[in-house]
Structure formats: structure tokens, C-alpha cells
Antibody
Framework: EVQLVESGGGLVQPGGSLRLSCAAS????????MSWVRQAPGKGLEWVAN????????NYVDSVRGRFTISRDNAKNSLYLQMNSLRVEDTAVYYC?????????????WGLGTLVTVSS | DIQMTQSPSTLSASVGDRVTITCRAS??????LAWYQQKPGKAPKLLIY???SLETGVPSRFSGSGSGTEFTLTISSLQPDDFATYYC?????????FGQGTKVEVK
């Protein structure tokens, strides 16, 4: 059974940093791109970043490029999102999701999400 | 970047109604479009992938169509469990883009 479990969310002041983690199990982690998707309170879904299976390619939405860094540790089946220079508008539930894996599907499995609140 | 325009933003319907949601891409995405259902406080759930392929376990009243820049999600006969928010997603490029969402509410 595929499982994605996020952790690391919490309350942080504007300008601060936070590192999110996602523990993956139940599938061959290295075969899949992985993504972070966020949802601000009462708003829609926004794709944030993704990373190729071997970590060689990374993509970011414009609003986080230069502040957030996506990474993975394939030995630990784990995905990370390092968030620096956080802004109030980064407040959201952050979901880890399984991205492209060579099939025709994407975002077929999601974690439960972890809440990040940026506030003074 | 590819922009996705989803309409309507809100749809009021009754049980048994046929419901149609549209998504338009700013450039051709071939058939690289997926549809998701989200209920309050829950993670999104994949319904349709590759524009028209039904995800395993999803009821057959859900269907998707389209290619290029115009796509449609249809619920043939709305059921009580279907009141939710629906999102389209383009995955033609590695920089993914969601539509703004359509909330299907009780009429």
C-alpha cells in the first residue's frame, strides 16, 4: 500500500525557515518524480515544486523559486522541502504527492498534508 | 508557463443532475490533463487521467473528454457524495498547473 506521510509543519515568523519532510513507502521511490502541492486557507491547489527520481531535475513555481529548495534522499525514501525567507502568503497546507512515474498518471497518491503558518 | 482556466467557479446542482465542468489550457497540452475531487479537510483524489481514463475505483458516472486546449469533466447523474470541489491539472510540462477549482454545491 502506497503511503506518503508529511511532517515538519508549524508556526514560523516572516523571514524564517522551515523544512518539510515526506516519508514514502509502498512503491519504488526512485522511479517517480515527486511533488509538493500547497493549499492556502480557503483557496485552491497550487503546485509548488517537483524533483526527478534521481534528483537531477527540479522545477519550481515562480513565487517560491530562489526561496524554496526541493530535495530527496532515495536511500531513506524521503522527500524534503527547505523553505527559507518565508512570507505570510506561504501559509498553507503542504501536500506531498507522487508525480510522474512512467505511467500515464500523475498525482495519484497524496499525503494528509502538513500545515505551515507564517505569522508574527 | 501553461495557464489553466476552469469554469464555472461554482455550480449549483441537485441529485440526479448531469454536471459539466470545463478546463481550458493556454496552449496545447495534448491529453495530459487530470481531474481531482477534493472534500473539505481532505487531500485531493484522482478521478481522471490522460484526459479520459478513469482511475481505478472511481464510479463510471464520472467521465472526461477533450484534447489540445479544451477539456470537460462530466458527472452523468450527480450523487450526494459528489458535492465537492473539482480541479483540473495539466501535466504536459514538468511545471504543473492546476485550474482554479469548481465547487459543486447543493441547489
Amino acid at each position: 500500500e502506497v503511503q506518503l506521510v508529511e511532517s515538519g509543519g508549524g508556526l514560523v515568523q516572516p523571514g524564517g525557515s522551515l523544512r518539510l519532510s515526506c516519508a514514502a513507502s509502498g512503491f519504488t521511490f526512485t522511479r517517480n518524480w515527486m511533488s509538493w502541492v500547497r493549499q492556502a486557507p480557503g483557496k485552491g491547489l497550487e503546485w509548488v515544486a517537483n524533483i526527478q527520481g534521481d534528483g537531477s531535475e527540479k522545477n519550481y513555481v515562480d513565487s517560491v523559486r530562489g526561496r524554496f529548495t526541493i530535495s530527496r534522499d532515495n536511500a531513506k525514501n524521503s522527500l524534503y522541502l527547505q523553505m527559507n525567507s518565508l512570507r505570510v502568503e506561504d501559509t498553507a497546507v503542504y501536500y506531498c504527492t507522487r508525480d510522474w512515474g512512467g505511467t500515464e498518471k500523475t498525482f495519484d497518491y497524496w499525503g494528509l498534508g502538513t500545515l505551515v503558518t507564517v505569522s508574527s | 508557463d501553461i495557464q489553466m482556466t476552469q469554469s464555472p467557479s461554482t455550480l449549483s446542482a441537485s441529485v440526479g443532475d448531469r454536471v459539466t465542468i470545463t478546463c481550458r489550457a493556454s496552449q496545447s497540452i495534448n491529453s495530459w490533463l487530470a481531474w481531482y475531487q477534493q472534500k473539505p479537510g481532505k487531500a485531493p483524489k484522482l478521478l481522471i487521467y490522460k484526459a479520459s481514463s478513469l482511475e481505478t475505483g472511481v464510479p463510471s458516472r464520472f467521465s472526461g473528454s477533450g484534447s489540445g486546449t479544451e477539456f470537460t469533466l462530466t458527472i452523468s447523474s450527480l450523487q450526494p457524495d459528489d458535492f465537492a470541489t473539482y480541479y483540473c491539472l495539466q501535466y504536459r510540462t514538468h511545471s504543473r498547473t492546476f485550474g482554479q477549482g469548481t465547487k459543486v454545491e447543493v441547489k
